[in-house]
T-cell receptor, first 116, second 112 residues
């Protein structure tokens, strides 16, 4: 069974640009969550999608957005990039998104985004 | 929020058994306990999950006492490749859908 796939693996952008990251969940998983990981802040939750609907959102500015397609694949977009957006962006999928179940989230290896 | 407390770092030698204990005094009745392992520049990898008593899989064991206020991840006979950050997670708070709360984790270093 294939794991969570994130593309691209590495990305370099400049300030002011925008970027789109892609995530393909494990087959059968309908919930996709996105996280940002930085050395200073650790892993922080961005948002979660289920059946093409955003169900939960973390405390990030509106420059961070996402969407989910009918096949459960998800994309995350960051507009007007800032230096502080440099981070490892992780995607995780699970069967239904409930953290209080025996269906844990499984993570991809992330996209390393560097802003110059 | 069932806040978790775990040691910031631990050291071990190859071939030893490592036990990492996590405290979660405010765990709720329906909270599961989940452990992840993370290597640099990779995503967290699910290790094991449990609700009560003991759970064992091919890589680790999870011991949960009756009061569930703590849990212990046991890694048998560690190797150099087990050097990683280990996270203990418990349940969630508020709108928890799809949202895991990661603390700082425990940096385990295995020496030859």
């Amino acid at each position: 069974k294939a794991g969570v796939t994130q593309t691209p693996r590495y990305l370099i952008k400049t300030r002011g640009q925008q970027v789109t990251l892609s995530c393909s969940p494990i087959s059968g998983h309908r919930s996709v969550s996105w996280y940002q990981q930085t050395p200073g802040q650790g892993l922080q939750f961005l948002f979660e999608y289920f059946s093409e609907t955003q169900r939960n959102k973390g405390n990030f500015p509106g420059r961070f957005s996402g969407r989910q397609f009918s096949n459960s694949r998800s994309e995350m977009n960051v507009s007007t990039l800032e230096l502080g957006d440099s981070a490892l962006y992780l995607c995780a999928s699970s069967f239904n998104g409930s953290v209080n179940s025996n269906q844990p989230q499984h993570f991809g290896d992330g996209t390393r985004l560097s802003i110059l | 929020l069932a806040k978790t407390t775990q040691p910031i770092s631990m050291d071990s030698y190859e071939g030893q058994e490592v036990n990492i204990t996590c405290s979660h005094n405010n765990i709720a009745t329906n909270d599961y306990i989940t452990w992840y392992q993370q290597f640099p520049s990779q995503g967290p990898r699910f290790i094991i999950q449990g609700y009560k008593t003991k759970v064992t899989n091919e890589v680790a064991s999870l011991f949960i006492p009756a009061d569930r206020k703590s849990s212990t991840l046991s890694l048998p006979r560690v190797s150099l490749s087990d050097t990683a950050v280990y996270y203990c997670l418990v349940g969630g708070r508020g709108s928890t859908l799809g949202r895991l709360y990661f603390g700082r984790g425990t940096q385990l270093t295995v020496w030859p």
